[in-house]
């Protein structure tokens, strides 16, 4: 029975003498470029820098008519049958490689570590799959480096003081997909598993995490801002505390305070979770980047969680300055 197997890269290395390539991956092996023909760059979609991967190569200058060998090349070690080996040497030379990926750039993959020599054919890349209790299902709808994002987001917004304990949430979108924290999880302090994955259009859970009871005004804003990629809804108490001493907010006779404020409106006390609130709120967010809604908090969107949060800080840090020039 024939099989067909199909080259879909080579590994671009400093390594040509296969009398010097590493027997094992570690820390010796030089940093190497995967390059995936172009036919197949669609097929890298969502692999990530930091990302553990699994490289099947076709070991092309092995022999294939060995059947037993001296581990590592070592005399005194008695003779193994190479299927107890892991010797390129075998029926079918497949190489088995876990590596980390350093950099990407277009159709190529900085990996290590890869002991290959220059030119070895890549057949197949594969992600390593994490326990499901750790990622929550995570993984396979979102790069992880986009995650990390907004597990920093959130710390550093629990840091600033515009969330605390477990309220506020947070989210990110790419393509069709949202990722929001879970209800109930501390923002300072979360994990993979404390969040979840929706389909933006239906609303539909993907993973099996818990999203946040905010979830439907993430949702409308994504689904009326096309520029919105991030999203975060804090609590800022100094914007919080303002709002109860007097309606007009933020009016100081300062330059930020004009231009800030102009990018906020303010939708009425309505039920948080409620679908009104998440209709209200989408409406605002067709023009205005930094929704107020009275009595609960802040939302404000833009395109990378940094400017989401930047934008919170500004307001709240110009709250601050109105309460203290108050005094």
């Known amino acids: 029975m024939n099989h067909e197997l199909r080259t879909i890269g080579l590994v671009r290395s400093p390594v040509k003498d296969p009398g010097q390539c590493p027997k094992q991956g570690d820390a010796k092996c030089p940093k190497v470029w995967i390059e995936i023909f172009p036919q197949y760059a669609e097929a890298l979609d969502c692999l990530s820098p ?23 090349d070592n005399p005194n070690i008695p003779l193994h049958g190479v299927f107890a080996t892991r010797s390129p040497d075998r029926p079918n030379p497949i190489g088995l490689h876990q590596v980390r990926i350093i950099d990407t750039d277009g ?10 020599v220059d030119q070895t ?34 710390r550093t917004a629990w840091d600033k003081g515009l969330l605390n ?15 929001i924290t879970n209800s109930g999880a501390a923002k300072g302090h979360l994990r993979v598993s404390d969040l979840s994955v929706l389909d933006v259009e239906s609303g539909r859970l993907l993973n099996k995490g818990f999203p946040s009871s905010e979830t439907p005004m993430h949702l409308e ?14 609590h800022p108490p100094h914007l919080l505390a303002l709002s109860l001493l007097k309606h007009d907010m933020l009016d ?30 989408g409406q605002k967010a067709k023009a205005k980047k930094c929704i107020f809604l009275q009595r609960h908090g802040l939302i404000c ?7 989401a949060l930047a934008l919170s800080e500004e307001l709240e840090a ?4 109105e309460i203290y020039s108050r005094r």
């Open 121 to 154: 054919p890549i057949i197949d890349i594969k992600p390593v799959l994490q326990p499901k209790k750790d990622d929550a299902g995570i993984g396979v709808y979102f790069p992880m480096h986009l995650v990390q994002d907004l597990i920093r987001g959130a």
């Open 221 to 234: 804003i994504y689904r009326q801002q096309k520029n919105a990629q991030a999203i975060v809804h804090t």
């Open 252 to 281: 100081l006779p300062l330059f930020e305070a004009e231009m800030f404020k102009a990018q906020m409106a303010t939708v009425p006390a309505l039920k948080p979770g409620s679908k009104d609130l998440a209709l209200a709120v």
């Open 50 to 72: 930091d990302q553990e991967i699994i490289v099947l190569t076709w070991l092309h200058m092995a022999r294939r008519d060995v059947l037993r060998c001296h581990p590592r």
């Open 301 to 307: 969107w833009g395109e990378r969680i940094e400017e």
């Open 165 to 179: 304990g477990f309220n506020g949430n947070l989210s990110l979108r790419e393509n069709n997909r949202m990722l």
């Open 107 to 116: 159709n190529r993959l900085l990996v290590h570590p890869l002991e290959v």
């Open 318 to 321: 110009l709250a601050r300055i």
